[in-house]
């Protein structure tokens, strides 16, 4: 036996193992544990959760249609992981702040990203693509598992300051090997400080399965740090909110850290840059396709008569002028001038880094005398 | 004034800032109740408590990741490295977040974290317990890097980090912890010189000794040795490495035209390089001669009983004055210096 055909790499037997309010199917399956979380929604939130899902969706779809067609250099899709990311990022707090990966598109979208936020950094105009304090979230992080640790330290402020707030941090199953990451859930669990990890468990880290990080279940880590966990259905938006409101409720009431396992898919490609076609097989695909966290909660919706036309028509027209002003959006930026690239490097200044940059303006001033 | 050693002024340091700001906090391995391994933070767990001098988990890169947190959330955190050879764990952290965050965000995320480590050899110390690695940390773009080497400086430029907005490497020389100098605890920050400036220790005419930390003593005993000789050094204590004071560089070596450059650090793409590049481009046509470089060799740090023939001492550093000013040396009857 290989040593990535483990039950852990298999997704079939994966998904049995989770915690769930809505099966594949659509149908309500009680859930003791996690019902108390969720007695609040009714149609209508499952409704904004659905239209959530489905204009990140086609944020995403622009995403890689920019990028096919020159327009950004790269885009690293979440389709797939849309109930993952919309079932937590919906539970937050406004004042909650977010540590996240570089995949959390659906997020950014939850914490009120506008459509430029989605594109300046991967069309390579901003370092960050949007002011943290505003969204109540950190620049998307690209160094695989480093802004665990941001979190943790920013809930040890958050301790510090006596405030009501959580710090809250996202990355995916590769990065679970990632010593920063384990360095942090010992950090939060030393400090009981009020974080909330959550692992979207996509399965692929590029090429490789998740069994080749793990031959144990992500969420069955944490207990061993100290820290409670939960290994959610990441394809069910409901369960999703239900165990994220459960993780924050405990961080938020002074029991320190918790531990989301979101167990998921990621549909795409790792980036637009990826052919997945080199290492995962289409019946892997295909089964995951069965599981689409849309067409769950759709079925679910219909079934219960809760899911008029006019909702669908509403949702597409939501949809379809985001993706719109997204394109606008990106279209319209304008990249900085040359002198730019100096701005900012230091808060104060630095002798050094002024004698290089008057010294790149006078070679640059060559080229308007000529 | 008061007499203290450069260990006693670090710690007068960090009181005073915490005093000042109660948004200093400090993270590090047994700096609370024990104090630090070299008493940097002694008493200041009974001052300020534990939630502002925290004693962390055995991990490096998790106590800069946790600063960087802490910084997000507007704190200033003081990070101790409990030795110059445990900071490489923290490398990614200091050299992808720390530095860039600033940058990134165009200023709108400020990372002013102090992050001090007990620094270089000459103590006889165990392996990794000796490394001199700011070369790393002066090559990256938006860190600032402090090497201090009296009490004065110590107390003066410690506090000047820990206000300052940007991340600083503050680099402490362990092997003068225990030196003495006359301290000034109430002169007013304000009035103080900017952190990035260096010092002239010592004026002299014949050639110019650059160099910094424990070296910039080993410079003065040569530099009075060397006047023993009827040689005039002028030294000059860099006292920043990033940025680097070239105008009291440059104003000392258009004096003398000779410059000699010392550190314990090894000598590839050192800092020593650096400044000597730098100096002749700034002031090529005032040289009288090569410039040289004193520095540890290209070695792992050796063991103990071997650093003395590392680390540059004081007959190392004549025999390379002797080289700038064209007299007999180790040199005499090479082509073309060792090629």
Redo the contacts between chains.
């Keep these: 036996m290989s040593p990535h055909n483990t039950p852990i790499a298999d997704t079939e037997s994966d998904l049995e193992l989770t915690e769930r309010i809505i099966a594949p199917d659509g149908t309500r399956v009680p859930n003791p544990q996690l019902d108390p979380f969720v007695k609040d929604v009714d149609f209508q939130t499952l409704r904004d959760l659905h239209r959530d899902m489905v204009v990140l969706r086609r944020i995403d779809a622009e995403g890689v249609a920019l990028q096919r067609q020159g327009q950004l250099g790269l885009w690293a899709p979440c389709n797939g992981q849309e109930a993952a990311q919309i079932g937590t990022g919906r539970a937050l707090q406004r004042r909650d702040?977010v540590?996240p990966s570089y995949r959390e598109t659906g997020v950014m979208y939850s914490r009120g990203a506008q459509p430029g936020d989605y594109v300046r950094m991967w069309r390579g105009e901003?370092?960050?693509a949007y002011?943290?304090?505003d969204l109540g979230i950190?620049?998307l992080q690209i160094?695989i598992g480093?802004q665990?640790?941001?979190?943790?330290?920013?809930?040890?402020?958050?301790q510090?300051?006596g405030a009501d707030e959580v710090?809250v941090t996202y990355f995916g199953d590769g990065a679970t090997s990632q010593?920063?990451v384990n360095?942090?859930m010992?950090?939060a669990a030393?400090y009981r400080a009020p974080v909330v990890f959550v692992c979207q468990n996509n399965h692929w880290a590029i090429s490789e399965p998740v069994g080749l990080q793990s031959q144990f279940p992500l969420a069955g880590r944490a207990p061993g740090f100290g820290i409670p966990s939960l290994r959610v259905d990441g394809n069910d938006v409901l369960a999703c909110m239900a165990a994220m409101r459960w993780a924050l409720e405990h961080a938020r009431s002074g029991k320190g850290p918790a531990y989301l396992e979101a167990v998921t898919y990621r549909m795409g490609p790792h980036t637009t840059a990826d052919d997945p076609k080199r290492y995962r097989s289409d019946a892997e695909l295909e089964q995951w396709r069965r599981r689409d966290p849309i067409a769950r909660l759709e079925a679910h919706l219909r079934a219960a008569g809760e899911l008029p036309a006019e909702h669908l028509d509403a949702v597409q027209a939501q949809a379809d002028e985001m993706a719109r002003e997204m394109r606008a959006a990106c279209l319209g930026l304008v990249t900085r001038p040359a002198m730019a690239v100096f701005?900012?490097?230091?808060?104060?200044p630095?002798?050094?880094?002024e004698?290089e940059r008057d010294e790149y303006a006078a070679y640059l001033a060559t080229f308007e005398e000529a | 004034m008061t007499t203290m050693t450069l260990g006693k002024a670090l710690n007068a340091g960090l009181r005073r800032a915490m005093k000042d700001d109660d948004r200093v906090?400090l993270l590090g391995e047994d700096i609370g109740t024990l104090g630090g391994v070299f008493r940097i933070t002694d008493g200041l767990l009974d001052e300020f408590g534990a939630?502002r001098v925290?004693d962390?988990?055995l991990?490096e890169?998790?106590i800069?990741?946790?600063?960087?947190?802490?910084?997000?959330?507007?704190?200033r955190?003081v990070v101790e490295i409990q030795f110059d050879g445990f900071i490489y764990?923290a490398f990614?952290?200091i050299v992808?977040?720390v530095a860039?965050?600033?940058?990134?965000?165009?200023?709108?995320?400020?990372m002013?974290i102090t992050i001090r480590v007990p620094w270089a050899g000459g103590i006889g110390a165990a392996e990794h317990h000796s490394e001199s690695p700011e070369a790393y940390f002066v090559h990256t773009?938006?860190l600032?890097v402090i090497a201090v080497s009296d009490p004065q400086d110590a107390y003066r430029c410690l506090r000047q980090a820990i206000a300052?907005?940007?991340p600083v490497l503050f680099f402490e020389p362990k092997r003068l912890y225990h030196h003495k100098g006359e301290v000034d605890l109430d002169a007013p920050l304000a009035d103080a010189p900017p952190m990035?400036l260096a010092k002239v220790v010592r004026a002299g005419t014949d050639a110019t000794l650059i160099t910094y930390g424990a070296m910039v003593r080993t410079a003065l005993d040569a530099a009075a040795a060397a006047e023993d000789e009827g040689i005039s050094l002028e030294v000059i204590d860099l006292r920043s490495l990033?940025?680097?004071?070239?105008e009291t560089v440059t104003a000392s070596v258009r004096r003398t035209g000779r410059v000699v450059v010392a550190h314990e650090a090894s000598r590839e793409a050192g800092v020593a390089a650096e400044v000597i590049a730098s100096i002749t481009e700034f002031c090529f046509e005032y040289l009288e001669s090569a410039p040289v470089r004193v520095t540890g060799h290209d070695i792992p740090y050796p063991p103990a009983k071997l650093e003395k023939f590392h680390l540059p001492d004081l007959d190392r550093i004549l025999d390379a004055v002797d080289r700038v000013l064209d007299r007999p040396s180790s040199i005499s009857g090479m082509k073309g210096a060792n090629l």
């Design positions: 702040f540590f901003e370092g960050a002011d943290p304090a950190a620049p160094i480093a665990t640790l941001h979190a943790v330290g920013y809930a040890l402020g958050i510090h300051d710090a010593g920063d360095e942090a010992v950090f030393s701005d900012r490097v230091y808060a104060e630095h002798s050094g880094l004698r | 906090v939630k925290i962390t988990p991990a890169s998790g800069v990741g946790t600063a960087v947190g802490l910084a997000f959330r507007g704190y955190p764990p990614d952290q992808s977040q860039k965050l600033h940058y990134r965000t165009q200023g709108k995320v400020r002013p773009a938006g600032r300052c907005d940007d990035g990033s940025p680097v004071d070239y």
